[in-house]
């Protein structure tokens, strides 16, 4: 069955690192590929998007790109802020309704 | 922006009592979807709803859930018999359609807790 496994956290970065959070899934199809953010006491926004093998997300300076040759679709930053200190999810959708989640990944920005 | 509200967002209930979870989606969205995390692990899908009717559930979504859409504009679900390992957050989602490029917004989620 379909399924995302994301790195453990939580990850821990100086302000202004590049920041990596790695995830990759198995899945039949072509499913498409989400980043999900979680701050503080907030619910699920949704980062980026990509639904198809070589598309790249993007947003607030985040991106990831849809990697069908090594089944991954990993979270990148050039330059992390405070205020990126969340919980980040990757998930995919297959062919049916629901979405399939990863196990999150805690990121702390420190000054 | 237009975004998915839910109340309440903490119910604490007596274990064995009915509960009824309340969301409102956007308004032009037409595909409807519950979903629950359990404190410290996955995100779980319980549910979608689409044309006033259930299109895809898992094996948690057992008897003891419903879902319903009473009028034109609330999305509820009701655990009818909550026990101690039904507390956890659940969010509500709606999107306009099934593709990727429509995507599933979120609700703040409702933290249920279970005495």
């Known amino acids: 069955g379909n399924s995302v496994t994301q790195m453990e956290g939580p990850v821990t970065l100086s302000e202004e690192a590049f920041l990596t959070i790695n995830c990759t899934y198995t899945a039949t199809g072509y499913p498409s590929l989400f980043w999900y953010v979680q701050y503080p006491g907030e619910g699920l926004q949704l980062l980026l998007k990509a639904t198809k093998a070589d598309d790249k997300g993007s947003n607030k300076g985040f991106e990831a790109t849809y990697r069908k040759e090594t089944t991954s679709f990993h979270l990148e930053k050039g330059s992390v802020q405070v205020s990126d200190s969340a919980v980040y999810f990757c998930?995919?959708?297959?062919?049916?309704?629901?979405?399939?989640w990863g196990a999150g990944t805690k990121l702390i920005i420190k000054p | 922006e237009p975004e998915v509200t839910q109340t309440p967002s903490h119910q604490v209930t007596q274990m064995g009592q009915e509960v009824i979870l309340r969301c409102v989606p956007i308004s032009n969205h037409l595909y409807f979807y519950w979903y629950r995390q359990i404190l410290g692990q996955k995100v779980e899908f319980l549910v979608s709803?689409?044309?006033?009717?259930?299109?895809?559930k898992s094996e948690i979504f057992d008897d003891q859930f419903s879902v319903e859409r009473p009028d034109g504009s609330n999305f509820t679900l009701k655990i009818r018999s909550t026990k101690l390992e039904d507390s956890a957050m659940y969010f509500c989602?709606?999107?306009?359609?099934?593709?990727?490029?429509?995507?599933?917004?979120f609700g703040d989620g409702t933290r249920l807790s279970i005495l």
């Open positions: 989602a709606s999107s306009e359609g099934r593709g990727g490029n429509q995507p599933q917004h």
């Open positions: 709803f689409y044309n006033n009717e259930i299109s895809e």
């Open positions: 998930a995919l959708r297959g062919s049916n309704y629901q979405l399939i």
